[in-house]
């Protein structure tokens, strides 16, 4: 098995365009999460789903959107970046929501917006 | 929404047992505490998980007391690569229908030769 796997690894965007960032899971997890980590603010939750079809918001969801067409995909879209959108983003995903649930994560993307 | 206190950094020279403790005031009856490691450039990754009292295995201790409103994170005779930042997770229920598994900010350790 894979795990969770990110792409791309690392990424140069001008502010106001958009991009992807890719999350693909292969352990047939339910529950998948986008955090965001800054200097000195830990890790932020952005957007999580409990399945396939559903999604809710997280601690900083503006700017961001996501979706979950199939278990193993959680794509996490920006619209019109923006320099505060520089960050490291995390993907993670559990067999459910359960808290007594392991999050295993991706090894990030590394975001720059000039 | 944060709902976890840890210290922001710890220092501690190679042998030592470090302790970390996080505050939790606000925890769910059914949540369990989970604890996570993450080395630089890298994600997080599980270390242990407990309900009450104490559990063990072969990476460290969490001890849990009885109101379960904090709990510590032992790791004994740290080494070097033992260098990372801790999270502690609680579950946040917080916002209205909404479960949302929230990180503190974490504790740097920094383990010194």
């Known amino acids: 098995n894979a795990g969770v796997t990110q792409t791309p690894k690392f990424q140069v965007l001008k502010t106001g365009q958009s991009m992807t960032l890719q999350c693909a899971q292969d352990m047939n997890h339910e529950y998948m999460s986008w955090y965001r980590q800054d200097p000195g603010m830990g890790l932020r939750l952005i957007h999580y789903s409990v399945g396939a079809g559903i999604t809710d918001q997280g601690e900083v969801p503006n700017g961001y959107n996501v979706s979950r067409s199939t278990t193993e995909d959680f794509p996490l879209r920006l619209l019109s970046a923006a320099p505060s959108q520089t960050s490291v983003y995390f993907c993670?995903?559990?067999?459910?929501?359960?808290?007594?649930?392991?999050?295993?994560f991706g090894s990030g993307t590394q975001l720059s917006v000039l | 929404l944060a709902k976890t206190t840890q210290p922001i950094s710890m220092d501690s020279y190679e042998g030592q047992e470090v302790n970390i403790t996080c505050s939790h005031n606000n925890i769910a009856t059914n949540d369990y505490i989970t604890w996570y490691q993450q080395f630089p450039s890298q994600g997080p990754r599980f270390i242990i998980q407990g309900y009450k009292t104490k559990v063990t295995n072969e990476v460290a201790s969490l001890f849990i007391p009885a109101d379960r409103k904090s709990s510590t994170l032992s790791l004994p005779r740290v080494s070097l690569s033992d260098t990372a930042v801790y999270y502690c997770?609680?579950?946040?229920?917080?916002?209205?229908?909404?479960?949302?598994?929230?990180f503190g900010k974490g504790t740097k350790l920094s383990v010194i030769p």
């Open positions: 997770l609680v579950g946040d229920r917080s916002g209205a229908g909404s479960y949302q598994l929230t």
């Open positions: 993670a995903s559990s067999y459910n929501r359960g808290l007594n649930e392991k999050l295993f």
